[in-house]
């Protein structure tokens, strides 16, 4: 039987054993069926950015440190697992059955979309079909061979015509060339980065956009602000692929009761406030700060004084004071 395609390969494994972490404890506290983390472990399941934060909160780690680089074991694992299923596949026929099936389906003109629902399939199992990493079950022959007004062994005819004639060797070689552009480093389809990162770098750099740094947390009456990315949260549609913009949890009291209780406050880094503007105010240079730096801000509002200089205006209690940088806030979002 053909296994499952390796679609995530991630350290998740790895970081969990790290911790001391049982299985069962991740399933429980992710709120996930205990085969659905084996899947995601094994790389043979997604996951959404949601799943991706709260896995990456109960172990501890960062967004960044799920996915493999070359240098990490499970890199050579992965790498292997890939090349022998390609093998098994090839000899089992399903790369041909594949590639006919595909070929067959773009000369009627559907959409995998369209030869998926009329073959009673879901989307994923039948993309699985054309790129040889799932076999076909007797019960589902028919229906895939109906989907194109077709019998059975008329289907399996005119994928072996399809072969014979050398009409598929362009498709089962751009499948290889595929696969084999993963395994190799030093190919420009392998997603290795600057930093070395392997294949992760592309399913990270997808997962990125879609979330926002929390960079600032209440602390006392100020914001500890720390440039990192260990904790992230989904950003809003309006903001995903955005530069420049992080989130920090405000102090909600000292707005009395303007400001909604556990809320984030999105700042653009690229954009200094102006006067009017609601703002991420700090007491150092932003730019100058280092990852591993703390520093004192506060969510504040940018006012001019009489001689046009701009402060900035707390509430509760009442305090002004002159910031080295002001980061203009965008937006507001509850947790």
Not at 86 to 103: P, T
Not at 137 to 156: G, Q, R, T, V, W
Not at 258 to 265: I, R, S, T
């Amino acid at each position: 039987m053909a296994q499952e395609e390796i679609i995530f390969p991630n350290n998740i494994r790895n970081i969990r054993l790290a911790a001391g972490m049982k299985m069962t404890e991740l399933a429980r506290r992710a709120g996930l069926s205990l085969s659905a983390v084996s899947k995601i472990e094994k790389g043979v399941r997604r996951l959404n950015q949601k799943q991706l934060l709260n896995i990456c909160n109960i172990l501890g780690c960062k967004l960044s440190d799920i996915f493999i680089k070359e240098s990490d074991d499970v890199a050579n694992q992965w790498q292997s697992e890939i090349k022998r299923r390609m093998h098994d596949n090839e000899d089992s026929g399903l790369k041909i059955f594949g590639s006919g099936l595909r070929k067959i389906r773009q000369q009627s003109g559907k959409t995998i979309a369209q030869a998926a629902k009329q073959a009673g399939m879901t989307l994923s199992v039948y993309h699985k079909i054309e790129v040889g990493q799932r076999e076909i079950y007797k019960n589902e022959i028919e229906p895939l061979a109906e989907s194109f007004a077709m019998k059975a062994e008329d289907l399996f005819a005119k994928i072996a015509h399809l072969y014979k004639s050398g009409e598929l060797n362009k498709q089962i070689n751009k499948v290889k060339e595929r696969v084999k552009s993963v395994l190799e480093p030093g190919s420009p389809l392998s997603g290795i980065d600057i930093n070395g990162s392997l294949y992760g770098a592309k399913l990270y750099d997808s997962a990125r956009k879609k979330l926002i740094p929390v960079f600032g947390m209440p602390n006392g009456k100020a914001i500890a602000l720390k440039k990192s990315d260990k904790n992230m949260i989904v950003a809003p549609m309006a903001m995903e692929g955005k530069n420049g913009i992080y989130a920090v949890m405000p102090n909600t009291k000292r707005f009395g009761g303007m400001m909604p209780e556990k809320a984030y406050v999105l700042a653009d880094a690229l954009t200094p406030a102006s006067v009017g503007d609601l703002a991420v105010c700090m007491d150092a240079d932003f730019d100058a700060v280092e990852p591993d730096e703390t520093i004192s801000a506060h969510v504040a509002m940018i006012k001019q004084d009489a001689k046009g200089k701009m402060f900035a205006q707390l509430l509760g209690p009442d305090e002004k004071f002159t910031p080295v940088t002001a980061h203009k806030v965008v937006m507001i979002i509850m947790e």
